[in-house]
T-cell receptor, first 114, second 115 residues
């Protein structure tokens, strides 16, 4: 079945450091790919998405490129801030079992130190 | 547009009781899904409703059930609560255009604690 694998955390960075969170997927067909972010005590917020190969999703300085050849969707940010501390989930859309659902990776916790 | 809303935000129940959680999707969204989030299992899909019909179901026991109303609002019910049901329950909605890959938008969740 379809699945998402992302790097384990936690990831600890200093403010203004470069961020990469790796994500790879297994899927039949052509799913859309997403990054969601969860701040403490809150639900999931859509951070960015890409719907086809070579698309780049971007938002709030974060970006990720849909790489079909490597089945990857790595999240990057050039300069992180303390306010970026959160849990980040890579995900894909799935219609393989009928209906529709989102399949999530395990999440990567990011800590940014001032 | 208002986002996905969920009520209540917090609940404390005891083992054996039952609970009903409510979700109102984004206006115009016809698909509503439910997910359970726990530290050990992560985010797990419970079920999806579209036009008042359950269209997709995850691997959860029959104690977990749901329904959707004609206005797309949804409820999920958990009967005979167990300690392991303590979790954050997230509702998500999407437009559901036929054949299209969709984006799900999530509510803030209901945090359930079973004692």
């Amino acid at each position: 079945g379809n699945s998402v694998t992302q790097m384990e955390g936690p990831v600890t960075l200093s403010e203004e450091a470069f961020l990469t969170i790796n994500c790879t997927y297994t899927a039949t067909g052509y799913p859309s790919l997403f990054w969601y972010v969860q701040y403490p005590g809150e639900g999931l917020q859509l951070l960015l998405k890409a719907t086809k190969a070579d698309d780049k999703g971007s938002n709030k300085g974060f970006e990720a490129t849909y790489r079909k050849e490597t089945t990857s969707f790595h999240l990057e940010k050039g300069s992180v801030q303390v306010s970026d501390s959160a849990v980040y989930f890579c995900a894909l859309s799935d219609r393989s079992t009928g209906g529709f659902k989102t399949i999530f990776g395990a999440g990567t916790r990011l800590f940014v130190k001032a | 547009k208002a986002g996905v809303t969920q009520t209540p935000r917090y609940l404390i129940k005891t083992r054996g009781q039952q609970v009903t959680l409510s979700c109102s999707p984004i206006s115009g969204h016809r698909s509503v899904s439910w997910y359970q989030q726990t530290p050990g299992q992560g985010l797990q899909f419970l079920f999806e409703y579209f036009s008042e019909t359950q269209r997709n179901k995850g691997n959860f026991p029959g104690r977990f059930s749901g329904r959707q109303f004609s206005n797309s609002r949804s409820e999920m019910n958990v009967s005979t609560l167990e300690l392991g049901d303590s979790a954050l329950y997230l509702c998500a909605s999407s437009l559901n255009r036929p054949g299209a890959q969709e984006t799900q938008y999530f509510g803030p969740g209901t945090r359930l604690l079973v004692l």
